[in-house]
């Protein structure tokens, strides 16, 4: 399927958990299914595919665990809990669609790559830690995790205070030449889970991991463009973007130049907690050679493409 348009699907975190359901294992695969139905009309239209998702639930409560067991068991650093949740996700992610797949009578291989996300060592964001993570505590709480753990913490918001981690800028993805092969094979691969483990070369030219959390829609745009994809397509919980988001002059953005998005990027519209670095990894992969982004929920992937639902994202 080589000949075939590629499209990078990233699933938003709130794929898999969804606020206010209890997070057990059997909700997250239930989350899952439901949330194939936009990836499985692109097969359907002949897509070559790569999947991406978030982590920020699972992540969270991978550190949970690790707190409960500290002084039981050795604690686990965030670049392996990345690792971790990339397998556990994926794992959920390839066994519901292929399952979906078998039932449809469609007949495409699925694999998912733990993939490790190159950073540069002296990215300013790993001296500026700005990547809120895990859960929310007390100021007396976070003093102590300050004290004892060498934890960052900052106020997020008013909701509590919350660990913050560097989030630096994904330059390639190690495993991007296997992804692109396998892709043009006609096989949907899941990949860069979570942004992808941070690694970097170190002074023997050898990968080294870091502690750190990359945004999964960067890490998305790096992946989209080392598989020559024409699309990005981010779906998330809302059906579109829009300006003054969530007041009375809401206004919902349908299809809309780059060239308009930067301007409203520029105007403050977009909020870097929310849907801000959606809107820059767009930006990022439409400067580098894509040609059509689609921002919108779930089960709307498909009607976004053909124009019919969501934001459309085209150059000109």
Known sequence: MASAKTAVVALGGNAITVPGMEDTIANQFSNTRRSLDGIIELVRDGYNLVVTHGNGPQVGN??????????????LPLGVLVADTQGGMGYMIEQSLRNRLKREQIKREVVTIVTQMMVHENDPAINNPTKFIGQ????????KYEQNLGWQMKQDANRGWRRVVPSPTPLSSVEGETIKQLVQQGN?????GGGGIPVYIDSL????GLDAVIDKDW???VIAREVGAQVLCILTSVDQVSLHFGTDEQQDLETVTLRELKRYRDEGHFPPGSMGPKVDAAIAFMENGGEVVTITSFNLAGA???GEAGTRIVSE
């Open 304 to 306: 976004a493409l053909r």
């Open 136 to 143: 929310f505590y007390t100021e007396k709480q976070a003093r």
């Open 205 to 208: 030219g050898d990968l080294e």
């Open 62 to 75: 991978a550190l949970l665990r690790n707190e409960m067991a500290r002084g039981t068991a050795p604690d």
């Open 219 to 221: 890490a998305s745009a």
């Open 188 to 192: 949907i691969v899941i990949a860069g």
